[in-house]
């Protein structure tokens, strides 16, 4: 069964750092996109960065250029998103995605065109 769990969420201050995880089981995705997304309180749900299987094409939301990461460690089969000078605009709930189906006003949770979705976390930036 497809499964994924995202940790590291919490309350961090403008111009902190975080790292978010997402703990990834039961398909291979060294052949799947994974991606990051968030939904912020009376906001649609947005793209925040993906990744490609080959891990050479990166895709950042104009947003969080320069200030966002997004990695995956084989060994612990985890994706990853590094978090850095978060403003309060980063504020949302953090969804971690395998094969999302990539679509403008898309809801930030499982559809049959996705092979995976997680069950979100939450990041609160605080001036």
């Known amino acids: 069964k497809v499964r994924l769990q995202e940790s590291g969420g919490g309350s961090v201050q403008v111009g902190g750092s975080l790292r978010l995880s997402c703990s990834l089981s039961?398909?291979?995705?060294?052949?799947?996109?994974l991606a990051w997304y968030r939904q912020a309180p009376g906001k649609e749900c947005e793209l925040v960065a993906s990744?490609?299987?080959?891990?050479?094409?990166?895709v950042y939301a104009d947003s969080v250029k320069g200030r966002f990461t997004i990695s995956r460690d084989e060994g612990v089969k985890t994706v990853f998103l590094q978090m850095n000078d978060v403003r309060p605009g980063d504020t949302a709930v953090y969804y971690c995605?395998?094969?999302?189906?990539?679509?403008?006003?898309?809801?930030?949770?499982?559809?049959?065109?996705?092979?995976?979705w997680g069950q979100g976390t939450l990041v609160t930036v605080s001036s």
């Open positions: 990744m490609d299987p080959d891990a050479t094409k990166y």
């Open positions: 995605a395998a094969d999302p189906r990539y679509e403008a006003g898309r809801e930030c949770s499982y559809s049959v065109y996705d092979l995976g």
């Open positions: 039961g398909f291979d995705f060294e052949d799947s996109d």
